[in-house]
């Protein structure tokens, strides 16, 4: 068989692939398919052309409520007996072994820590073909043990495929991969929304009044990292300020409780919403008036994409890639990490300006598009 790689455009940007003159089989392995990375793996198959493509995902933790595309999922539960570290692992490892023999993949994609150093053992043990990796975030919540076998395997991976400039950036650093094997490849989303047509009836289901201006965050309540429990200490200044302001936070998590509880300490409670996880999440952007994302570390972050195409002004933090969304001042407004001040400032700034809303707004839509 011979191969060759060439670029094919996708709905989602020019991607490098293996072309060859079959079907190419793909399989696609990570640790989650929930959270925003599972929304983008998910989303991005609905284009792929399955006259080319015959992919497969193995994920060894259950996507939730997800609305999937025509594309096979293939959960690999926890064993009762074999779950912790580091017989866990090597179960997964031997599972994953058998799977690939079995499908022969011409490439092998993964996602998260656990299922990259899969792929690399396998690569390594003649299992794989073709091995690509992602990186979708700043590696936050990777230490010294994950980043020593990282380095330890780091010449395996074939193509590395960062989400962002500043996520390219940490990898050459602490992972010291080389550039010439690290793709930059931007996260995408759909523009192309139809209305609802139920704004107003989203907006009665969570008791506002057609004066209150709403205030969206998007965001995974299980991971401090999204900085939710820290907004809570900038809303009494909003209100304050502007007593018609609304708060809703989409999301779902297990520190949803204590978030509530902080907000009646706070004594913000009537001016919150928390809608949960939903998968109707295009009816709340639909009526919000600014997006807040006010992450401590982000790699190309979703909810700024998908608030750009829905024509939010945005209000983020100046991490990680989303001075690579933002254009200061034009879409919306970057501040430094924990500026309770500034936040604040820009949120009120926005409120109490509707043409610099929109034209925000607009900005913003276009920039996506």
């Keep these: ?3 060759q790689f060439t670029k094919r455009q996708t709905k989602q940007g020019f991607i490098n692939i293996l072309c060859t003159d079959k079907i190419v089989r793909v399989a696609m392995i990570t640790n989650d398919i929930g959270g925003g990375t599972g929304n983008h793996l998910l989303s991005m198959l609905k284009h792929w052309d399955k006259s080319f493509w015959q992919t497969v995902i193995f994920s060894t933790a259950p996507g939730w409520d997800r609305t999937v595309p025509d594309v096979p999922i293939q959960y690999l539960p926890p064993s009762r007996y074999f779950r912790y570290y580091p017989v866990a692992q090597l179960r997964y490892l031997a599972q994953l072994k058998k799977i690939l023999f079995n499908m022969l993949p011409d490439i092998v994609h993964t996602y998260f820590f656990w299922s990259i150093i899969y792929g690399r ?9 073709v091995l690509v990796e992602n990186r979708e975030d700043e590696g936050f919540n990777w230490g ?9 395997t780091k010449s395996l991976p074939d193509k590395i495929i960062c989400v962002s400039e500043a996520v390219k950036k940490v990898v050459q650093e ?3 991969i080389e550039e010439s094997r690290i793709a ?3 996260n995408g989303a759909d523009s192309n929304h139809v209305p609802s047509g139920l704004q107003a009836v989203t907006r009665r289901e969570l008791g506002f009044q057609e004066e209150n201006l709403v205030i969206g965050m998007v965001a995974n309540y299980n991971r401090p990292v999204k900085g939710v429990g820290n907004f809570l200490d900038v809303v009494p200044a909003i209100v304050s300020a502007v007593p018609s302001a609304r708060f809703i936070f989409v999301g779902g998590g297990n520190e949803e409780n204590a978030l509530r509880e902080k907000a009646r300490m706070l004594g913000i409670e009537p001016y919150i919403v928390f809608v949960g996880y939903t998968k109707e999440i295009h009816r709340y952007y639909e009526i919000m008036d600014i997006s ?8 190309l972050s ?3 994409l998908e608030s750009m195409g829905y024509g939010i002004p945005v209000v983020a933090t100046r991490v990680g890639g989303n001075p ?3 254009v200061e001042g034009e879409t919306g407004y970057l501040v430094p990490v924990n500026n309770h001040g500034l936040l604040a400032d820009r949120i009120i700034k926005l409120l109490s300006n509707p043409e610099l809303r929109r034209s925000m707004g607009e900005e913003g839509r276009r920039r996506i598009e």
Excluded: D, Q, W
């Excluded at 053992?121 to 794989?128: D, Q, V």
């Design 121 to 129: 053992l396998l690569k390594m043990a003649g299992r794989i073909k």
């Design 302 to 304: 979703l909810t700024l």
């Design 144 to 152: 010294l043990h994950e980043y020593l076998l990282l380095r330890m």
């Design 184 to 186: 930059v490849i931007n």
């Design 324 to 326: 690579e969304l933002v």
């Design 292 to 299: 807040v994302l006010n992450s401590f570390s982000e790699g």
């Design 174 to 176: 602490r992972e010291r």
């Design 1 to 3: 068989m011979v191969f």
